[in-house]
């Protein structure tokens, strides 16, 4: 059974940067879609990284340029860096990862089909 734990989530002052981290059991990271997703109080989930065992990286709009996902296969880690944030990057965010998909078009959380518990990150102005 796939579990994916987060861990990283922080209380942070606007500018400031956090690095996300999941591990997994039972899951390679590396060889299918896995990615990020977020959920603000009063608003619907949404993706915000997506990385392909490729290496190719898709991003919501309003992350582009300051996060950065990636992955180390050794460690069997994915990481979401975050850097320049804002308080609209409030959220919980969870680490998601797809037992059959090698190309993610997009941060679409249809692609997924296994979730973490989500880790806290909290931006003041």
């Known amino acids: 059974q796939v579990q994916l734990v987060e861990s990283g989530g922080d209380s942070v002052q606007a500018g400031g940067s956090l690095r996300l981290s999941c591990t997994a059991s039972?899951?390679?990271?590396?060889?299918?879609?896995a990615g990020w997703f977020r959920k603000a109080p009063g608003k619907e989930r949404e993706g915000v990284a997506i990385i392909q065992p490729d290496g190719v990286t898709r991003y919501e709009d309003s992350v582009k340029g300051r996060f950065h996902i990636s992955q180390d296969s050794v460690k069997n880690l994915l990481y979401l860096q975050m850097n320049s944030l804002t308080p609209e990057d409030t959220g919980m965010y969870y680490c998601a990862a797809s037992l059959n998909r090698r190309t993610c078009n997009s941060p679409n959380a249809g692609y997924f089909s296994n979730w973490g518990q989500g880790t806290q990150v909290t931006v003041s102005s």
């Open positions: 039972s899951y390679p990271f590396g060889e299918r879609c």
